[in-house]
């Protein structure tokens, strides 16, 4: 089973700065089985990215994912108000989805 | 507009069973894959299952493999989890989700909570 790992734990930022935001996986993962959500609280999560690098639908384009093999990368332009959220990368393998543990992006 | 409504959520004693169902609307149900996704209080997301458009396929996350069976009745548009022999490590929302392409989820539901406690 493929893990996924993202770092930070916890990203302090402040709106208008860049938020980026890595997932390192165990093994090499297909770009093409990629994915990035985001999740507020008290909310279902919301596709962002799919494909390592493709913007879901109605997605802002200040969103942009990267990487290839084990380490992929989710960068937030300019952080707006509504930005700050918990994110999760998965992919998919074996027929079998996994998730990371998540990183959770706070207002500093 | 891609709705999923979750229902049949709520609380069990450990061994028993639920039945979670899923309205699907919005969308051409037969054509997608759908999965069940499960979010422990606190913690993070885990995949649960998978069934494909046809039912041809059917996939379990090893910790519900044996104990958990996903369903669909595609002339009702809806998807279901029979969850049997529950434990408290089942707690959680389950979230119904749609497959979008291959390997990734594009829509979810508001998810219903699950509780298994005595």
């Known amino acids: 089973e493929i893990v996924l790992t993202q770092s930070p734990g916890t990203l302090s930022l402040s709106p208008g700065e860049r938020a980026t935001l890595s997932c390192r996986a165990s093994?090499?993962?297909?770009?093409?089985?990629l994915a990035w959500y985001q999740q507020r609280p008290g909310q279902a999560p919301r596709l962002l990215i799919y494909g390592a690098s493709s913007r879901a639908t109605g997605i802002p384009d200040r969103f942009s994912g990267s990487g290839s093999g084990t380490d992929f990368t989710l960068t937030i332009s300019r952080l707006e108000p509504e930005d700050f959220a918990v994110y999760y990368c998965?992919?998919?393998?074996?027929?079998?989805?996994?998730f990371g543990q998540g990183t959770k992006l706070e207002i500093k | 507009e891609v709705q999923l409504v979750e229902s049949g959520g709520g609380l069990v004693k450990p061994g028993g069973s639920l039945r979670l169902s899923c309205a699907a609307s919005g969308f051409t149900f037969d054509n997608f894959g759908m999965n069940w996704v499960r979010q422990a209080p606190g913690k993070g997301l885990e995949w649960v299952s998978c069934?494909?458009?046809?039912?041809?396929?059917?996939y379990y996350a090893d910790s519900v493999k044996g104990r958990f069976t996903v369903s669909r009745d595609n002339a009702k548009n809806s998807l279901y989890l029979q969850m049997n022999s529950l434990r408290a490590e089942d707690t959680a929302v389950y979230y119904c989700?749609?497959?979008?392409?291959?390997?990734?989820?594009?829509?979810w539901g508001q998810g219903i909570l699950v509780t298994v406690s005595s």
């Open positions: 998965q992919q998919f393998d074996s027929s079998r989805f996994t």
């Open positions: 069934i494909t458009g046809s039912s041809d396929y059917i």
């Open positions: 989700a749609r497959g979008g392409g291959y390997s990734f989820v594009d829509y």
């Open positions: 093994r090499s993962v297909s770009s093409s089985y």
